[in-house]
């Protein structure tokens, strides 16, 4: 095996097997649980995390299906009409798909305000 195969599995087995680890750490003589202000700061990032994920995949689904209905219009321009109606049907799933991480990450930030 290479280093440069080896430089990503050993980044899997830290983040795998170290991460959780320090994660369920606890201090001595430390809190016994989270205060609320541990939830709404993680319930914020993990909105952050939704809607950026979200709008990033949306916007990357979009561009390959732009892409990919121009080069078939530029290919065959008789099939325009043919291509453009099922493109902009897909845009708009996209879309909604993009849409529903922004609702999500709505509902995190209200289970934030609730706790």
């Known amino acids: ?3 440069r195969k080896l430089g990503p599995a050993a980044l899997a087995f830290v983040a ?4 959780p680890m320090a994660a369920f750490a606890q201090e001595a003589g430390g809190r016994m649980g989270a205060n609320k202000f541990d939830v709404k ?17 949306g916007a ?11 080069e078939g219009i530029s290919r065959n321009p ?19 798909l993009v849409l529903l991480s922004f609702v999500i ?9 609730a706790n």
Do not use: C, D, H, Y
């Not at 990357?60 to 121009?70: D, N, R």
């Not at 990450?105 to 305000?113: P, S, T």
């Open 60 to 70: 990357m689904g979009q561009g390959k299906a732009a892409a990919a209905a121009l």
């Open 41 to 57: 700061v993680w319930a914020a990032v993990g909105a952050g995390f939704a809607i950026g994920i979200g709008v990033l995949g």
């Open 78 to 96: 008789g099939a325009a009409s043919r291509i453009q109606t099922p493109m902009i049907l897909g845009l708009a799933l996209i879309e909604s």
């Open 105 to 113: 990450a709505f509902f995190l930030q209200g289970l934030a305000a």
């Open 1 to 3: 095996m290479s280093i």
């Open 16 to 19: 795998s097997f170290l991460v």
